[in-house]
């Protein structure tokens, strides 16, 4: 069981990427970043924004590790979206995704993915 926290764009998540739907499609058809559990059930504990530009990841991930460790539903791996890494290269987002992988590594212990869906 893969439990999973993804993480999204607050600019495009609802508005051009409607209702995260590219996301859970991706997720039930195990493609792009999901393939990687092809092989067993996906649990996603969490699906939230950045926390809006310049992108207060940090303090929202904690947030969420808190509480879900309060109501019983801790997580092993967080996935950036694909609209966070088309963020950076169409909209100057702010977030380096390679950087923000390894500091939520170092301080945290989750294992980190750069992208969801692959469209
Ligand atoms: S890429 Fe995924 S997480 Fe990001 S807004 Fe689109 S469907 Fe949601
Ligand atoms: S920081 Fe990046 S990912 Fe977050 S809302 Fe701004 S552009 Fe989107």
Redesign the pocket.
């Known amino acids: 069981m893969a439990r999973v926290v993804?993480?999204?764009?607050k600019k495009?998540?609802?508005i051009?990427?409607v209702s995260?739907?590219?996301?859970?499609k991706?997720m039930q058809e195990r493609v792009g970043e999901f393939e990687r559990y092809k092989d067993e059930p996906i649990d996603i504990v969490a699906?939230g924004d950045c926390g809006d530009c310049p992108g207060l990841v940090m303090p929202k991930l904690v947030l969420i590790s808190d509480i879900g460790k309060a109501i019983g539903r801790d997580f092993d791996v967080v996935h950036l979206?694909?609209?966070?890494v088309?963020a950076g290269m169409t909209a100057k987002c702010p977030i380096n995704p390679e950087e923000l992988a390894k500091k939520i590594k170092d301080k945290m212990g989750k294992e980190v993915i750069i992208g969801?869906?692959p469209w």
């Open positions: 993804i993480l999204n764009c495009i998540r609802d051009l990427c995260c739907m590219k996301c859970y991706a699906m979206g694909t609209c966070i088309k969801t869906h």
